[in-house]
């Protein structure tokens, strides 16, 4: 089993900054492909980031790609996303999901999600 718990989410104007944070289980970190998505209200879930598995490399998805940074913190066992220059289309539920496949950047590719956390940013 697969524990993953988000915090850190908040309301923020357009062009702040907020950092996500994953809890994460055991040795998940280090075991899993760990990911984050979002999803915004009537929209599907959207892939954000991901540390792969194999190789340790960081994928993103375009919209996000040079504001956004994931990495993983060893020593606090989590999975955090340093989000910067918020746009408002940036306003979601985050997710942390971890999969065992060794990529990913589908949530069907992921087996353990947390509760979310709400991101809003403002105009």
């Known amino acids: 089993q697969v524990d993953v718990v988000e915090s850190g989410g908040g309301m923020v104007q357009a062009g702040g900054s907020l950092r996500l944070s994953c809890a994460v289980s055991?040795?998940?970190?280090?075991?899993?492909?760990m990911g984050w998505f979002r999803q915004a209200p009537g929209k599907e879930r959207e892939f954000v980031a991901a540390i792969y598995r194999i190789g340790g490399n960081p994928a993103y998805a375009d919209s996000v790609k040079g504001r956004f940074t994931i990495s993983k913190d060893s020593t606090k066992n989590t999975l955090d996303l340093e989000m910067s220059s918020l746009k408002p289309d940036d306003t979601a539920v985050y997710y942390c999901?971890?999969?065992?496949?060794?990529?990913?950047?589908?949530?069907?590719?992921?087996?353990?999600w947390g509760q979310g956390t709400q991101v809003t940013v403002s105009s």
């Open positions: 055991g040795r998940t970190l280090d075991t899993h492909t």
């Open positions: 999901a971890a999969t065992f496949r060794a990529y990913g950047s589908r949530s069907s590719e992921y087996s353990y």
